[in-house]
């Protein structure tokens, strides 16, 4: 009964990483008033999250981050809105370097649904985020946090700021 327990918590491991990252999307979304790509899109995702789920079992585990994330958005036709949150984010990331706690600031700084949860992102595997977002996630090291990633999107501008709790099968 243990085995079977621990291949199930396998199985579902994808799934419970993804689900902070969906419901970011989800959130954007609506934000953006794109509820016929949210029809689409929200099945979509929970068919692919069920094929990782199924398929994972019996290969190599795959290298996995604990995260966290800030995120401060602005609109891209505002020039004011988009200097507003450039300096937002440039003074999180000064409280960070001057030894802020990453989970505090993204609970109460962060203007992403997931800052709720002090921006927790749960475990992360390769190929789930944007490859710009993956790429900085999976080069930091445990208690390290990124650079402000900037995004331009038709929709939004979105400044982050990624950290690293924690790493596995690396």
Same mark, same amino acid.
């Given at each position: 009964?243990?085995? @079977?327990?621990?291949?199930?918590?396998?199985?579902?491991?994808?799934?419970?990483?993804?689900?902070?990252?969906?419901?970011?999307?989800?959130?954007?979304?609506?934000?953006?008033?794109?509820?016929?790509?949210?029809?689409?899109?929200?099945?979509?995702?929970?068919?692919?999250?069920?094929?990782?789920?199924?398929?994972?079992?019996?290969?190599?585990?795959?290298?996995?981050?604990?995260?966290?994330?800030?995120?401060?958005? @602005?609109?891209?036709?505002?020039?004011?809105?988009?200097?507003?949150?450039?300096?937002?984010?440039?003074?999180?990331?000064?409280?960070?370097?001057?030894? @802020?706690?990453?989970?505090? =600031?993204?609970?109460?700084?962060?203007?992403?649904?997931?800052?709720?949860?002090?921006?927790?992102?749960?475990?992360?595997?390769?190929?789930?985020?944007?490859?710009?977002?993956?790429?900085?996630?999976?080069?930091?090291?445990?208690?390290?946090?990124?650079?402000?990633?900037?995004?331009?999107?038709?929709?939004?501008?979105?400044?982050?700021? =990624?950290?690293?709790?924690?790493?596995?099968?690396?």
């Amino acid at each position: 009964m243990k085995n @079977a327990r621990g291949r199930l918590e396998i199985r579902l491991r994808p799934m419970i990483g993804l689900n902070n990252v969906i419901l970011g999307v989800v959130e954007g979304l609506v934000r953006m008033r794109m509820t016929k790509i949210l029809w689409l899109a929200v099945p979509l995702v929970f068919l692919l999250v069920i094929g990782v789920a199924i398929i994972g079992p019996g290969r190599k585990p795959q290298p996995e981050v604990k995260g966290r994330i800030i995120v401060v958005q @602005a609109n891209p036709s505002d020039p004011e809105d988009i200097e507003r949150a450039r300096k937002k984010a440039n003074e999180i990331h000064e409280l960070l370097k001057t030894g @802020a706690n990453f989970a505090e =600031l993204a609970g109460s700084k962060s203007e992403a649904l997931s800052a709720s949860h002090r921006g927790d992102m749960g475990w992360i595997g390769k190929g789930v985020l944007p490859k710009n977002l993956e790429d900085v996630l999976f080069k930091l090291e445990p208690g390290q946090f990124s650079e402000i990633i900037m995004d331009i999107g038709g929709e939004s501008v979105v400044f982050r700021i =990624l950290y690293v709790e924690e790493r596995r099968n690396f």
